[in-house]
Each structure stands twice: as structure tokens, then as C-alpha cells.
């Protein structure tokens, strides 16, 4: 199995907000947002989701799509993992390169339950600081 590879840097709820300009509580309702929520300590967000002071666009329609199916974890891993369905490159990537966004979908769709494997306890949860 493979590992789970989260790839930082990684904010607090403070300064992800604060990067936003709009309070912590406006940042915990907000469902277009990767989360990485952990047991007894308060969240994280990758800050590899955010770009101009927003959530990129690609990152955002990604996570309204499977954020109720997959946890914050496993959308993390997916947008910084090589994917063979999108030309060997990573989601992130593949939105850099101005390719499609419906075949993104398509693809975290078709990966659904292998992503949300990596998380269950098959894999181990490696981090990379960026």
C-alpha cells in the first residue's frame, strides 16, 4: 500500500482565516475549503489550496464535489500525488497547466475509494514540508 503523503507547508485555522481576510468562524463553515481535522488538535489547511488571498478554483470545485465522501486527508494527498489519469501529473499540476477541470472530477471520482484507503489505516501518513 502506499503511503499517505501530505505535503506542507500547513496553517492554522488563524492564519488561513487571516490569509482570507475573513474570520475563523466564516472559515469552519465554509465547505470548499481542504481540511485536515485530527483527533485532539485543531485543524490544519494546506496552503497549497490558497492562491491570491482565495481558495484556488480547481481546489475549491474539487473539494464541493467529494468533500462529504472524503475526508480533508485524502483530498490533500490526492492533489499532490502523480495520477495516471491525468498524464502522469499531479491534480495540482494538471490545473497549472490549464487542462481540464471536468476531467479532474472525473478522476478523484474514479479514485475514490483508493484515496479514502490511504487514510483508513492502510497507509501511513508520511508529511512533507514545503
Do not use: K
Not at 85 to 92: F, S
Request: charged share 25%; aromatic share 6%; hydrophobic share 45%.
Amino acid at each position: 500500500m502506499s503511503d499517505l503523503v501530505l505535503v506542507g507547508p500547513f496553517w492554522t485555522r488563524s492564519e488561513a482565516a487571516s490569509y482570507l481576510g475573513i474570520s475563523a468562524e466564516a472559515l469552519c463553515e465554509r465547505t470548499d475549503v481542504v481540511r485536515i481535522e485530527g483527533r485532539w488538535l485543531e485543524e490544519t489547511y494546506p496552503a497549497l489550496q490558497f492562491e491570491d488571498h482565495e481558495v484556488r478554483h480547481e481546489v475549491s470545485t474539487i473539494v464541493e464535489a467529494v468533500g462529504r465522501e472524503l475526508p480533508g486527508a485524502a483530498i490533500a494527498d490526492w492533489l499532490s500525488r502523480c495520477n495516471p489519469l491525468l498524464a502522469a501529473m499531479t491534480p495540482l499540476e494538471w490545473f497549472d497547466a490549464g487542462l481540464s477541470l471536468q476531467t479532474a472530477l472525473t478522476a478523484i471520482h474514479e479514485d475514490a475509494e483508493a484515496v479514502r484507503s490511504r487514510v483508513n489505516g492502510h497507509g501511513r501518513m508520511r508529511s512533507a514540508a514545503g
